[in-house]
């Protein structure tokens, strides 16, 4: 196996491919958008035969991949043999594991193929990192087609979701109720009235960074008066965290007023150090939070 076996040269050809896959996408989803999916694929040989497949429901509820329908086509059209073929695909190969797919990663699938070259409309953001994807044995190259990237990323993006929703979905994990269970029994308050600085405190010990206030007012008719403290949550690395999850400090700030504030018409003004004036009828307990910490830590909630 030469380096040059895992090179890709002829991108116009393989463009042109891409933007068959991103119409196969479209066509079926007009005939029927829940049993197929929003990925397609191809595979390429050396005598340019090309065999495409899209996503697609199999009977027991799992869905097959693109990258997986093009390789089983084409292995029932011209043999096994793809070792010198290339897959094209809308979306990188996936590497992770997820229930929901039939057969393994087709990351694995193209390691055990023996395929080399990998060319992709859109590169997954949040699979870098994973060992499957660092020690795949084959080359991924993203499409340098503005237009086609776009495309490929927008069809992505309606099932692929930002780390950031990934982790607050799972927030705080499984012990979330058992957390809620003793903050309520102790202090008599969930994490977003009384038990929001126990909470933060929690987190803090955890993750480190700075426990932070929310200010501003809880009703319009009061706005005259002097903003204070709303809502303690910790400040890491830029990013707010609650019992809520982890976000942007805009993000975090519309949610709160969305979902604390909204009936009261109250607006937050901005984020500091939390005082320890702040939110007198909030308790402090340093024991309670080391309890919380320990739960959470098990609780498999990561914000990293
Ligand atoms: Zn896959």
Partial sequence: MKISDFRIHSTDKLDAMLAEC???????????????????????????RVVYGVNHAMPDGTRKHAERVAID??????????????VITTLSPCSEDMDERHGD???NLINEVGIHKVYCGYKDPSQQHSDAYLHKHFHVKSTRNPKLNEL?????????KSDDEQLT??????NKNNIYTLLVNSVGAGPFDGGCVIFARALQMIYGGEIVAL???????????????????????????????????????RNFENNELKHASGKIIGIRPLHNSDLSEAPRDEQLSAKISKL?????AKIS
């Fill in 105 to 107: 990663s087709c990351t």
């Fill in 296 to 300: 959470l830590k098990s609780s498999s």
């Fill in 169 to 174: 979905e799972n927030f705080p994990g499984k």
């Fill in 73 to 86: 086509n084409y292995r029932e059209q011209y043999g096994s043999n793809l070792e010198h073929c290339i």
């Fill in 22 to 48: 991103v119409s196969l996408i479209l066509e079926h989803q007009q005939q029927d958008s829940k049993h197929w999916g929003m990925v397609a694929a191809c595979v390429l040989d050396m005598d340019n």
């Fill in 215 to 253: 200010i501003g007012y809880a009703q319009s008719s009061v706005a005259s008066k002097n903003p204070t403290a709303q809502h303690a949550a910790l400040l890491v690395d830029g990013r707010m965290i609650d019992a809520d999850g982890i976000k942007s400090q805009d993000e975090f700030v």
């Fill in 152 to 160: 490929c990323k927008k069809l992505a993006d309606t099932f692929l």
